[in-house]
């Protein structure tokens, strides 16, 4: 088994009054192997959204399911889920997330300190993965004292600081200007490069071209998918604009 498995997903939402269903997920099934970096694409009202919120266990699918590491999240009951996503996940987000109330250090700490960790212990994993992300002289400064590239840092930090075995992405370039868009890809590469597995979401074509594998949803289904293998960065970036523009232009799914 892999070590993400995602199985006939689908996902209904219904209108308050009942009166209306909107079908994010048609029949969504593919699986991630353990240190796999895999972007998600698609265009607005795909499904990508929905899927990263039904593998982040915020969401539940109408029908089909998700296996993590050989856990069920369907099988879950809702006093679980907390502890579920605390141990086995970490976020990104395209804006943040971080308190403006808390230093980048009290942000970074905060999974640790609902998991109840010590502040010694806290503090010896924080060092390491502070100098790793270049933010160890801006520990004790507030979002808004720092720029967005760093606070995206400061993100990554919180996110991987509990060791997940997961670590999901929101469109995490979103709100970053080129240059801090590139480093923040560069720290993704370095950390699946020591084994971490990444799904990402994405708009960006320069984002996703750092991934190991592109899946491309559209309608509520994988579309197409892209392997890396032995093509560079800059020959991802031109197959992934071309699947971009076929998909744009409603090509036909892929065999």
């Known amino acids: 088994m892999s070590f993400l498995e995602v199985s006939n997903l689908k996902k209904i939402y219904t209108t308050r009054l009942g009166g209306t269903h909107v079908q994010a997920l048609r029949d969504v099934t593919f699986s991630v192997e353990r240190g796999e970096y895999v972007a998600v694409m698609g265009e607005s ?13 915020l969401d539940t699918p109408t029908s089909g399911k998700v296996v993590l590491d050989g856990k069920n999240t369907a099988e879950l009951r809702e006093r679980e889920l907390s502890a579920y996503r605390r141990d086995n996940l970490g976020f990104v987000f395209q804006d943040f997330n971080l308190l403006d109330n ?29 100098k790793k992300l270049g933010i160890s002289d801006l520990l004790q400064k507030f979002p808004y004292e720092v720029s967005g ?14 060791n997940p075995k997961l ?3 929101d469109e995490p370039t979103g ?3 080129s240059r801090s868009a590139d480093s923040l890809m560069q720290i ?20 996703a071209s750092h991934a190991q594998r592109v899946l491309f949803i559209r309608d509520g289904e994988v579309f197409h998918q892209l392997y890396r293998g032995e093509h560079t960065t800059e020959e991802m970036f031109s197959l992934i604009s071309n699947t971009a523009t076929l998909i744009a232009t409603g090509g036909e799914k892929n065999g």
């Not at 590239?149 to 509990?162: D, F, H, L, P, W």
Request: proline letters at 4%; glycine letters at 6%.
């Open 188 to 207: 993704f590469d370095h950390l699946n490069a020591s084994g971490q597995t990444i799904v990402m979401v994405t708009h960006s074509v320069r984002a």
């Open 175 to 177: 709100a970053l200007d």
């Open 167 to 169: 670590l999901l992405a």
């Open 45 to 57: 009202g795909s499904g990508k959204t929905t899927l990263l919120n039904i593998l982040a266990a």
């Open 102 to 130: 808390f230093n980048l250090q009290d942000n970074i700490f905060l999974p640790l300190v609902l998991a109840g960790k010590k502040y010694p212990e806290m503090k010896k994993r924080l060092d390491p993965i502070a």
């Open 149 to 162: 590239g760093q606070k995206q840092r400061a993100a990554v930090a919180r996110a991987i600081i509990t």
